[in-house]
């Protein structure tokens, strides 16, 4: 109970800044049927920032993620409890449609997925379902925006029919990142975008993240503590379903508060 | 005396080699198992395979031989007055000394003591033949134990023998079912050149009527028979259509149902719901739809102005069609399922609809499964009989028209070969003709299924 008073205090300063708080979460838990994988989680996340979720294995960063977009409706035993606060509106409220929804918050995996059709089907395919271009040359346009974003043009911009499947593992990934580009969200959940990509890749999309934080919110779990203080403006420590400590990065990264925060940075357990 | 006592001998045998190989390899190395090139019981698996496998041998080569070998050495036994008969009445002869020899009635009237003497000859053989093999069989598996086991030593490869002579059975096993299918297609090959020589390959191939009745009397009308098969594949073609058109998309709509609305609790009671209609004997969709489906559409049709037949291809088609939903369903709710799920959160993640996600990507990623399991469903289609010879008929009419009566290859089949018939007359013959055109067909559609369905495994390995 002491953590979550730390975190009014902090959601309080925040909201005092210049920052704006684009999502907002108030006593968020979550049951996967009788088991309950998130207690009581406040979390203020700021838009136009990059905020990083970290902690242990197990300890329900996707499964907090993942309640932003309400992407655990799709999960038969999952509920959700609490408000989540997307620009005033409460995301869990009875009248919000969640593929509106979902479209404002856009998201990554932790593993590449494209669909099984061409590299401009995939990321046309968010514009054309939501009827954003009204003509062919447009959605090339959007097309060619979203994948310069994603530093992905000029490696694919001659094979645009070629499927999207036969990229390389980092190029899939960044493809996917165009695919939530185009659709113009406003806010980017991505769930260890780079665990299935090696070092270079990994460095790609990290400059990348720090790009498009310009335009977009960006919400990421990482196990990386470099990559979290690399891209990140602020970092929430997670821990058995409890959201342990969240600060400014380099705060939490030289002088964290909580001691299991401390214990989790250098290593000592996790 | 029989052969299955002196195969429960060898098996005995087999099993005693093994406890002596498994023991002999520890005495060799004074119970230190690691220090034997294999674990303990390969030693007792190789002196096992040192027993049974000559026994096997010889016994499966007793079997093969035995009658013909016994048989020849009651003919050369037999006085030159028996042993110089024709063929034919050697055959007889031969019978009547083997019934005899058991006991049994002949077709003699007066049984000659000569008869007799062979009958007493060719029963003594019998038995003393199977005491021989068994004599032979222990012998041999004791020798085999016996070599086997002065050969184990510490260094012997164990394991990598016993292994091979796993691998070799597993071959011959493999091959039988190869050759088991060589053998079919030969046969087929054979009779169709046979029927090819009375009746010319074009005729059949394009030949437009269908009216195999061969004439008793060699002046009667349509002496020779109409052999031309297109009635029959038109037939097969429009039924199979008709079939699909059913099957194709109830199957889909309820493999869609299944993998993507149902919750765990339904899908778990539909599917083997669904699966139980491919249990139904085929017979009973023919009763089905030859006694309420078929005179259900011609009353219809009376009452719609419309003549249908009372055998239609249409009621044929129709419970066919009913026959095959669990194969389309089944699968392609199989293939539906094998849809990652981090798909459905890709699309969803964009701000799908569930109708969009299942339609613009689940539905492609699925696609060339659920080619497969339609095509395997037209397999299924083309070779279904029973159905067809209920409900749509035996006349051979060419005619795109669902409601006239129409036949098809596999019916044909049938009633080519139901009866007495000559084997080698061309209405007979015609059946291997049929058949291997049928096996062409199926199997041109089963290797396009199987690319199909091979193409879709890479894609998500
Ligand atoms: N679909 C599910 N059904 C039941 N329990 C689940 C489900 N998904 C997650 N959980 C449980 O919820 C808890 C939190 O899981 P979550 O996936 O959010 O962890 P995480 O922090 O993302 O871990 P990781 O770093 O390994 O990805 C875990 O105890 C997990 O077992
Ligand atoms: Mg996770």
């Known amino acids: ?90 995301i869990y409220d009875k009248a919000v449609d969640v593929v509106h929804l979902r479209a404002r918050v856009g998201m990554v995996f932790q593993k590449p997925n494209p669909f099984p059709k061409s590299i401009y089907d995939n990321v046309a395919y968010g514009p054309r379902i939501h009827g954003i271009a009204t003509g062919k040359e447009e959605l090339d346009g959007i097309v060619q925006t979203a994948l310069e974003k994603a530093g992905l043009w000029t490696e694919v911009k001659d094979r645009l029919d070629a499927p999207g499947t036969g990229l390389s593992g980092g190029q899939q990934q960044r493809l996917c990142i165009a695919r939530a580009v185009a659709v113009s969200p406003e806010v980017i959940l991505m769930d260890e975008p780079c665990s299935a990509l090696d070092p270079i890749a990994t460095a790609k999309i990290e400059e990348l993240i720090d790009e498009l934080r310009e335009n977009f919110t960006i919400v990421i779990v990482t196990h990386s503590m470099q990559q979290a203080a690399r891209v990140s403006q602020k970092t929430a420590f997670f821990h058995l379903g409890y959201l342990v400590e969240v600060d400014e990065t380099e705060k939490m990264f030289t002088n964290p508060s909580d001691e299991r925060t401390q214990g989790y940075i250098t290593g000592r357990f996790g | 005396m029989s052969f ?98 058991r006991g049994d009635v002949t077709s003699r009237a007066v049984v000659e003591t000569d008869v007799r003497a062979a009958a007493d000859f060719y029963a003594q053989l019998k038995s003393s033949s199977k005491t021989l093999l068994l004599a032979i069989t222990v012998v041999l598996a004791l020798a085999g134990m016996l070599f086997a086991r002065a050969r184990i030593a510490p260094d012997l490869r164990a394991r990598n023998r016993v292994e091979r002579v796993v691998m070799i059975i597993m071959i011959i096993c493999s091959t039988i079912a190869v050759l088991t299918t060589i053998g079919i297609v030969l046969s087929l090959v ?85 699966e139980v209609l491919a249990g139904i004997p085929t017979v009973v969709y023919g009763f089905f739809a030859a006694l309420t489906v078929a005179p259900f559409f011609r009353d219809t049709g009376i009452e719609l102005g419309l003549v249908i037949s009372s055998e ?11 026959m095959i939903i669990p194969f ?51 397999s299924r289609a083309i070779g ?54 049928l096996f062409c067909v199926t199997l041109v559609l089963n290797i ?7 193409k879709y495994r890479e894609q998500y390995d």
């Not at chain 2, 093994?18 to 190395?29: D, L, T, Y």
């Not at chain 2, 061969?214 to 429009?238: C, S």
Request: net charge negative.
């Open chain 1, 1 to 90: 109970m002491n953590d979550s008073a730390t975190n009014e205090t902090q959601a309080g300063t925040d909201a005092a800044g210049d920052e704006k708080v684009k999502l907002l979460s108030r006593g968020v838990k979550v049951f996967y049927g009788d088991k309950q994988a998130l207690f009581d989680v406040d979390l203020d996340i700021n838009e136009n920032e990059v905020t990083a979720l970290i902690g242990p294995s197990g300890c329900g960063k996707s499964t907090y993620l993942r309640s932003l977009n309400r992407m655990n409706d799709t999960i038969d035993i999952c509920r959700v409890e609490g408000d989540i606060i997307l620009d005033g509106d409460n």
């Open chain 2, 4 to 101: 299955p006592v002196i195969l429960g001998v060898l098996v005995l045998l087999t099993i005693l080699g093994f406890f002596v190989g498994r023991s002999r390899a520890m005495g060799v190395v004074g119970g230190q198992a690691n220090q034997l090139h294999s674990r303990p019981h390969y030693y007792g698996h190789f002196i096992g395979a040192w027993c049974a496998i000559p026994g096997v041998l010889l016994f499966l080569a007793w079997v093969a031989l035995e009658t013909s070998v016994i048989e020849s050495m009651v003919i050369a036994s037999l006085p030159p007055n028996l042993a110089n008969l024709p063929q034919a009445e050697m055959n007889l002869l031969i019978n009547d000394i083997v019934n005899l020899s």
């Open chain 2, 190 to 274: 054979f009779e169709s050149l046979r029927f090819f020589q009375k009746v010319a390959p074009t005729d059949f191939i394009f030949g437009l009527e269908w009216s195999p009745q061969t004439a008793l009397r060699a002046d009667q009308v349509g002496a020779t028979g109409l052999f031309g098969a297109i009635p029959l594949l038109a037939g097969t073609m429009l039924i199979s259509f008709i079939a699909m058109c059913v099957a194709a998309p109830v199957g889909l709509m309820a493999a869609i149902y299944m993998s993507e609305y149902a919750p765990a609790k339904v899908r778990g009671a539909v599917k083997p719901a669904l």
């Open chain 2, 312 to 322: 239609s291809a249409l009621a044929a088609g129709m419970v066919m069609g009913i």
């Open chain 2, 328 to 378: 389309v369903s089944s699968l392609s709710d199989d293939v539906i399922s094998a849809v990652p799920q981090s798909l459905r959160e890709g699309a969803y993640g964009l701000g799908a609809t569930k109708s969009e996600t299942i339609k613009q990507v689940i539905l492609p990623a699925a696609l060339p499964g659920i080619v497969g399991s339609l095509l395997l469903a037209v």
């Open chain 2, 384 to 437: 279904e009989t029973m159905i067809v010879v209920m409900a749509a008929g035996l006349a051979a009419n060419l005619t795109a028209n669902p409601f006239e009566a129409v036949t098809t290859v596999t019916v044909q089949i049938v009633t080519l070969l139901v009866g007495d018939q000559e084997f080698d007359s061309a209405k007979t013959l015609a059946a291997f003709a049929l058949g291997l055109i």
């Open chain 2, 448 to 454: 396009i299924a199987l690319s199909i369905v091979n």
